[in-house]
């Protein structure tokens, strides 16, 4: 059974918007750093954003800061992601993950993944 759900992916054109969401059980949510990665086929999977438990902290990479914003509800147990101005680089397949123990960017220290959502973003 799937711990982490992601939703909201589709086709969009440059300088759309999508929210992505991702559901999680309250165990794996609850006081977890939660982030989202994206991957493009043959490249390595990339961090995009990190929020820490009670959403005290947020980072974005630098290349959707001022575009993208991380945020949680830790009442529904979900995790979003508003992707605003949208550009064809930023197609790719979105990942959540949950790490219960680090505040990471690095993608080995996360502990749960959902199986992704496709992001396409057309020119």
């Known amino acids: 059974q799937l711990q982490l759900v992601e939703s909201g992916g589709g086709l969009v054109q440059t300088g759309g918007s999508l929210r992505l969401s991702c559901a999680a059980f309250e165990r794996i949510f609850k006081r977890s750093v939660m982030a989202w990665f994206r991957q493009v086929p043959g490249k390595v999977r990339e961090f995009v954003a990190v929020i820490s438990w009670r959403a005290g902290s947020t980072y974005h990479v630098d290349s959707v800061k001022g575009r993208f914003a991380i945020s949680r509800d830790d009442a529904k147990n979900t995790l979003y992601l508003q992707m605003n101005n949208l550009k064809p680089e930023d197609t790719a397949v979105y990942y959540c993950?949950?790490?219960?123990?680090?505040?990471?960017?690095?993608?080995?220290?996360?502990?749960?993944w959902g199986r992704g959502t496709q992001v396409t973003v057309s020119s």
């Open positions: 993950a949950a790490s219960s123990t680090y505040w990471t960017l690095r993608s080995d220290d996360y502990e749960y």
